[in-house]
């Protein structure tokens, strides 16, 4: 009989308590790196989202002046809420984003800035060959 219960407990199968803690540690790791990241990549959408809102603004810009008889431009500063400047209808900013736009009809600047503050620095001083400006948080586009 005692053979039978010394059987018994040997078959018995589970994890033991310092494999558990391992496994809990190694994802520990695992999210310790993982979370940061998934942090620098969502802030960076704010980026695209205001690069979005540029490109967004300045496709409509140029439908309007494909009309031969739109010939000029005011300075116009945009708001999130969509907006109607000269028949042009611009479809509403990503989340706080505000942009101007400035210029003579040959030499349009399109400014979108980042109005979540969300938008890493060191992403737009790694972007400011392509128009980024860290010190005010603002995307510049020109239009020649």
Known sequence: MKLNKIKKQANEKGFTLIEL???????G???????????A?????????????????????A????????????????TDTST???TVKFSKLSKSNTATILGPVDNIKIQV????????VDYMEAQA???????TRTFHKNME
């Open 41 to 61: 990549y969502r802030d960076k959408a704010y980026c695209s989202a205001a690069e979005k809102d540029a490109n967004s603004i300045a496709g409509a810009v």
């Open 84 to 86: 109607v400047v000269k």
């Open 29 to 39: 790791i695992l999210a310790a790196v993982a979370i940061p990241n998934f942090i």
């Open 21 to 27: 803690m391992i496994v809990i540690a190694i994802i």
């Open 63 to 78: 439908d309007y002046f494909a009309i031969p008889s739109h010939t000029s431009w005011a300075t116009v500063t945009l």
């Open 129 to 135: 060959s392509a128009g980024w400006s860290s010190s």
């Open 113 to 120: 800035r980042d109005g979540s503050g969300r938008c890493p």
